[in-house]
């Protein structure tokens, strides 16, 4: 990353470590991410800003908390010249950490 980059990227995956310590740190399509019995969400630096990938049903849940931020089906944009939105961050987070949770407890009991 660019060295300017480099410290609002750290202070991302921070937050994201920091949301869901129990998760493993891997690579998935060359972004670093959370797994957790499957990829709980990737998150990545881009020429000027940062994006969370944590799929359409998370966009759709926070919808209302995300209408400042760029988003598509499945990402969500932060620019680099502005605050990190922590707590927003950390609550997506732990969404997707709640909910792979429940889907892996539903793969335990359809076996």
């Known amino acids: 990353l660019p060295k300017k980059d480099q410290e ?4 991302l995956h921070d937050i994201i470590i920091k949301s869901a310590p129990d998760t493993e740190m891997a690579i998935g399509y060359g972004m ?4 957790l019995k499957g990829i ?9 800003h940062y994006s969370i990938y944590p799929g359409p049903a998370t ?11 760029v988003t598509s089906k499945g990402t969500i944009q932060f620019d680099h ?3 990190l939105p922590k707590k927003l961050i950390g609550a997506i ?3 997707r950490l709640h909910e792979k949770k429940a889907q892996n407890e539903l793969k335990k009991t359809k076996k």
């Open 93 to 95: 987070v732990k969404f």
């Open 59 to 69: 966009i759709e849940a926070f919808k209302e908390d995300l209408t400042k931020y």
């Open 40 to 48: 709980i969400l990737y998150y990545a630096s881009h020429t000027s």
């Open 8 to 11: 609002g990227f750290k202070s």
């Open 32 to 35: 670093p991410c959370l797994k």
């Open 81 to 83: 010249d502005k605050a």
